[in-house]
């Protein structure tokens, strides 16, 4: 900025008359800089217009509902803090949170954790013709929409599906169940659905960002007598960490957010075992019509979204 | 570089496992679309005769076309507008940088991390509101606006890194703002556009929360929230449901492949900068 502004004096200074004032000529620029500074503040308008329509006012109003008692539909009721009360006392919101966070493990440390494993190994041959086929073939996770992986699971989960034709192919027939089905599986079971998701991106990221490091390192490391696990945790994992903050924000909301692979896949069931808060906002607020409940349940899961992905950022972006 | 044979091995083995994971879903979907409409086809196992039907009957079922015709009036409500008013902010914010630049970019950055149910309630009843409910205008408006602080960054952060001197230039021969940004830099903000274009077709064809909870005609949602609704009423008939699913689909799966790389490049830079 003060570049330019110098810039510019200096350039017009030979082009001016040489009666011009120094004085007026400050005030013309200084008029063109205001008119600059209006248009550009202009373009910002519809971007800003949008954004405050959709997301800012929205956002408010969910505050502000979340202070009333309200079906939608008669008049609404002022009641404080109330249904903050009741959410820490309902099973039903608490358990859903714990469900969310649960799901953190495997939307997001799994998927990181398996594709650094993998990422690592294949580091080597990261340009050979496998593995740049192997793009293609991972990213598809990511292009289809989660609805959809949500429906081939439930078909592998399913009672007579892929994945326990598999366990009775290896003798493993007395495990199988109806994983989507049973309490004690179901949130594992969708679990592996955004793992599945995931796990592509995640080892292309963590790949990308292994070939960008120095292969000199690695040489010197070998020389010094490192082994494969002494390079990975001396070069490799140092070396990718913006990569591994990237790669675990953005699953991690995934996991916090989650609505479109659950809703789904289970609904919420059996017995709320996979319910998540993103589904039991929609539950709240669109079927049993207590939108100020939902509401304040939408404050609370914004501050748990903030709460866990803001140190992560700064943890990850800190150098 | 060194290179262990016993290396190479586990890498290639651990990346075909990788692959064979990823795919076999979809051939599962494939293979189970083909048995028997009405019946329920376990694992693998291989229909006697394939019923190529099956994707007939879904394509009525769904009334594919209908669907199709309805993403894609979605999709050019709302990318183009959002790729321009994004590249307008962008331009501002990141190049001109009017007083105040750094507040109203922070204001878009606190949208980054937002679930969009945090604000579906309140969507709800403002498009009820002002009469749009099921119609497509109640996707099409807010999702622009729910894509703008990514947006809005992503076209930013391009602009930032232009050079300064290449407006000074363009000034000093006498363009005014507009000349400078639709003569010369636009043209050099291709890349980003089209990176930015693949990324909010790809969601807003995905699309589910609001097409479910705004829309409630299947043939006036994205194809994600058509797909759900397919699924809600086809759900017992494994055969056809999965046949639709394919169908649903296929349309992404073709655009991907013809620009999987720009994809791929895009995919990758989104999660980064995201």
């Not at chain 1, 598999?166 to 004690?184: F, M, Q």
């Not at chain 2, 119609?135 to 606006?145: C, E, F, V």
Request: one cysteine or more; aromatic letters at 10%; a positive charge.
């Amino acid at each position: 900025m003060q570049m330019r502004t110098t810039d510019t004096t200096g350039r017009r200074e030979v082009a001016a008359p040489a009666s011009t004032s120094h004085e007026a000529r400050r005030r013309a620029l200084r008029a063109r800089r205001l008119r600059r500074g209006w248009v550009a503040l202009g373009l910002v308008v519809p971007a800003a217009a949008f954004y405050a329509a959709f997301v800012l006012r929205p956002l408010a109003l969910t505050v502000q509902y979340s202070f009333y008692k309200w079906n939608g539909v008669t008049a609404s009721t002022f009641v404080g803090l109330d249904n903050y009360r009741r959410l820490t006392q309902s099973s039903e919101t608490l358990g859903s949170i714990g469900n969310a966070l649960q799901l953190i493990i495997y939307f997001s440390f799994v998927p990181v954790l398996l594709g650094l494993l993998t990422a690592a190994t294949i580091r080597k041959f990261a340009t050979s013709r496998l593995a740049l086929a192997s793009r293609t073939v991972l990213f598809l996770p990511q292009v289809i929409p989660l609805v959809a992986a949500g429906i081939m699971w439930t078909w592998l989960l399913a009672s007579d599906g892929l994945v326990n034709e598999l366990l009775r192919g290896i003798g493993l027939g007395g495990v199988t169940r109806a994983w989507l089905g049973d309490t004690s599986t179901a949130l594992p079971a969708v679990g592996v659905i955004g793992a599945w998701v995931a796990l592509g991106l995640c080892m292309l990221l963590l790949l990308a960002g292994m070939t960008k490091i120095d292969p000199s390192l690695y040489e010197a490391a070998r020389i010094d007598g490192a082994g494969a696990v002494r390079e990975f945790f001396a070069i490799t994992l140092p070396s990718v960490r913006q990569e591994i903050g990237v790669c675990v924000t953005v699953t991690i909301i995934a996991a916090l957010a989650a609505f479109d692979i659950v809703y789904i896949s289970t609904q919420g069931g059996p017995a709320n075992s996979t319910l998540v808060p993103g589904l039991e906002i929609y539950y709240l607020g669109f079927f049993s019509r207590q939108v100020g409940q939902a509401s304040a349940l939408a404050v609370v899961f914004m501050a748990l979204v903030l709460a866990v992905v803001l140190p992560i950022q700064r943890l990850t972006r800190e150098d | 570089m060194i290179v262990s044979r016993r290396e190479t091995w586990l890498g290639r083995v651990l990346l075909i496992i990788l692959m064979v994971v990823t795919i076999v879903p979809f051939i599962s979907l494939f293979i189970t679309a083909l048995h028997k409409p009405g019946t329920y086809p376990s694992g693998l196992s291989l229909p006697e005769t394939p019923y190529w039907s099956n994707f007939v009957d879904a394509f009525t079922a769904a009334d594919m076309g209908a669907l199709l015709w309805s993403s894609a009036l979605i999709e050019v409500g709302v990318v183009p507008v959002a790729l321009l008013i994004a590249t307008l902010a962008g331009f501002s914010l990141g190049h001109l940088r009017p007083p105040g630049h750094r507040a109203i970019f922070l204001a878009f950055v606190i949208g980054l991390t937002l679930p969009f149910q945090a604000v579906i309630v309140p969507l709800y009843y403002q498009m009820r509101d002002v009469g749009l409910l099921n119609t497509r205008w109640a996707i099409i408006l807010p999702l622009i606006g729910l894509y703008m602080p990514f947006a809005v960054m992503w076209m930013r952060a391009h602009f930032v890194n232009m050079p300064e001197d290449l407006s000074e230039a363009a000034r000093i021969d006498g363009a005014n703002t507009w000349k400078l940004f639709a003569r010369i830099h636009l043209p050099l903000s291709t890349p980003a556009l089209s990176s930015l274009g693949i990324l909010l077709f790809l969601w807003t064809w995905n699309q589910f929360l609001l097409a479910v909870v705004l829309v409630d005609d299947p043939t006036k949602r994205t194809m994600a929230g058509a797909l759900g609704a397919f699924q809600g009423q086809w759900g017992t008939d494994i055969p056809l449901l999965c046949a639709g699913s394919l169908l649903i689909l296929t349309p992404t799966l073709l655009v991907f492949l013809a620009f999987q790389r720009q994809f791929v490049s895009a995919l990758m830079q989104g999660a980064l900068k995201g």
